[in-house]
């Protein structure tokens, strides 16, 4: 990854642009009756990594919908850069981008155009420097072979990384992963962990990471949260969560396969009779 | 009382959706490509459609005609009274229930898709707002197109209706001799009436359709559901409005 700017510019334009924050407060969120987040606070500091893990159903995508602005919270705020980030105007003056679970990619647009649609609705730039932004991403998360095939032609791995690409060449400054390495290969997700951390050290780009790659959480992130049936039940550096003596955590962080356990003895007990 | 509520907010939901689409029309002229490509899309697919129905409604109008009319010894009148009801009534309404049945089950279904495979939520992540490029494109390339439709469905419903006046033999009166009494009867205020009609119906059923299309729920299964109720909608306004609107235009 080419790092040759200078601090707090950014990778594409060179623009200035300045390190947000992320403020939850008390967040619950309802959806008919059940609750699927209850009174999460945390703040992100500006320019920080911030990781999110949980068992998979422990609300995180739900939280991130929150952060991003796509849905307002039950009870509770977020506040980006200070501000509401379901407004517009926010999101006018913040940039941020969410690299979706499954992809979220447009269908019906091709990877280019998929890519090439946000700095040509803003009218950033002309049309030769957009290319070169779109294919600068590409490079990056090594998919320019896909450039001109559309979304449905991908593997669930190279939409992943194209959505990654997506996001990049929005340039944020908020920029929110669900799951960014679930479908990639080791070497892949290495290249995903080196994106995050180059992008906070050398454009303080503030990043909250959900994830299940227990490595890419402890070797990245500033801090850590963790997330059980719509709960934060820790808050710490990967340190003080290696370190940790709470079962309930470490059972989550180091689960063990046990083939004694009886859930699969009733399996065998079903199949034989 | 549900039912009131669900369709007062269904009222709600599109007229916000035509202000906020509405409020980018500056945009418009960046957006050729998409306008051209909405253009192509409701032209091509009910063109031969449209063509095809009007033939027989042109044909069944003027056999109905002949045939109620032969007593009174009335039947050079045929040619004014399918030139009429094909201009005023039958080809707006017939060309919009087809556009509703072709254009308005797609639109539903890409948008609902979109919605549900979260593409809707990440054009709103990048700020770039569905209003602007998926509405405003169909909402004016129908517009554009719904007049183009509705000369050809009536050029082709009056000479279907022309055929059958020369070959069924209880008819039998010559092209001339329709034509003659559709050009007398039939004037540009009704060609143009029919049309501002079908623009009314064109225009609300693409709207309604968008908007039925991005506030669909849940999973893919629901895509299915919302193009169902944004066909059935559409039907039921077309008959509604086309009182209204007649009443008004008459
Ligand atoms: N739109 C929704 N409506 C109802 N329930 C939802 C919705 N979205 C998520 N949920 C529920 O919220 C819980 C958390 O979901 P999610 O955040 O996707 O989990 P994960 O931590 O695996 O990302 C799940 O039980 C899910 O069924
Ligand atoms: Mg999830």
């Known amino acids: ?273 | 009382m549900k039912q009131i509520n669900a369709i007062l907010e269904g009222v709600g939901s599109v007229v916000q959706l035509l202000f906020r689409s509405l409020s980018y029309t500056g945009s418009l002229p960046r957006q050729g490509a998409r306008f051209i490509e909405q253009c192509y899309m409701i032209g091509y697919t009910t063109l031969p459609i449209v063509a095809i129905l009007s033939f027989f409604i042109g044909t069944v109008l003027a056999l109905e005609a002949g045939y109620a009319m032969q007593d009174f010894g009335a039947k050079e009148f045929i040619g004014s009274l399918v030139g009429l009801s094909m201009a005023r009534e039958l080809g707006p309404m017939m060309t919009a229930v087809l556009l509703a049945g072709r254009v308005g089950s797609a639109i539903t279904a890409e948008l609902a898709s979109m919605k549900v495979y979260q593409e809707i939520d990440a054009l709103t992540t990048m700020n770039i707002p569905a209003a602007k490029i998926l509405v405003l494109p169909r909402l004016a390339a129908v517009l554009v197109m719904m007049p183009v439709l509705i000369v050809i469905a009536n050029i082709v419903g009056w000479f279907g209706g022309s055929v059958v006046a020369r070959y069924v033999s209880y008819v039998g009166i010559s092209p001339q001799a329709y034509f003659a009494a559709l050009r007398h009867y039939t004037k540009f205020k009704d060609v143009m009436n029919g049309m501002e009609k079908a623009e009314v119906f064109g225009f609300v059923v693409v709207l309604v359709c968008c908007d039925i299309g991005l506030n669909t729920r849940g999973g893919p299964r629901e895509i299915g559901a919302a193009v169902t109720r944004g066909v059935v909608v559409s039907l039921i306004l077309i008959l509604v409005l086309d009182y209204f609107v007649t009443k008004i235009l008459l």
């Open chain 1, 1 to 273: 990854m080419e790092t040759s700017c200078s601090k707090t510019r950014n990778p594409f334009t060179g623009a200035e642009a300045n390190a947000v924050g992320v403020k939850v407060d008390g967040v619950s969120k309802t959806y008919a009756g059940t609750e699927v987040l209850s009174n999460i606070s945390f703040d992100v500091l500006p320019g920080e990594i911030f990781v999110l893990m949980g068992p998979s159903g422990s609300g995180k995508s739900v939280l991130l919908r929150q952060i991003a602005g796509l849905e307002l919270p039950t009870v509770g705020t977020v506040r980006v850069d200070g501000q509401d980030p379901s407004l517009e105007e926010t999101r006018d003056r913040v940039r941020l981008a969410l690299v979706f679970q499954a992809g979220a990619l447009f269908n019906s647009l091709s990877v280019y155009d998929n890519l090439a649609l946000y700095p040509r609705e803003h009218r950033s730039g002309t049309e030769a420097s957009i290319r070169e932004r779109v294919m600068h991403a590409l490079r990056i998360l090594s998919v320019e072979d896909a450039v001109s095939k559309f979304p449905s032609e991908l593997s669930g791995g190279m939409k992943k990384r194209v959505s990654i690409a997506r996001a990049l060449v929005m340039e944020p400054q908020l920029l929110l992963y669900d799951e960014p390495t679930s479908e990639l290969d080791p070497v892949m997700s290495a290249t995903i962990s080196e994106i995050i951390a180059t992008l906070k050290n050398e454009y303080s780009v503030t990043s909250i990471v959900v994830t299940h790659d227990r490595s890419l959480a402890l070797t990245i992130a500033n801090r850590v949260g963790i997330l059980m049936d719509g709960k934060l039940i820790t808050l710490g550096t990967p340190k003080e969560l290696a370190a940790t003596k709470d079962p309930a955590l470490v059972d989550f962080l180091y689960p063990k396969i046990d083939i004694q356990n009886p859930r699969f003895k009733k399996l065998e007990n079903q199949k034989t009779s």
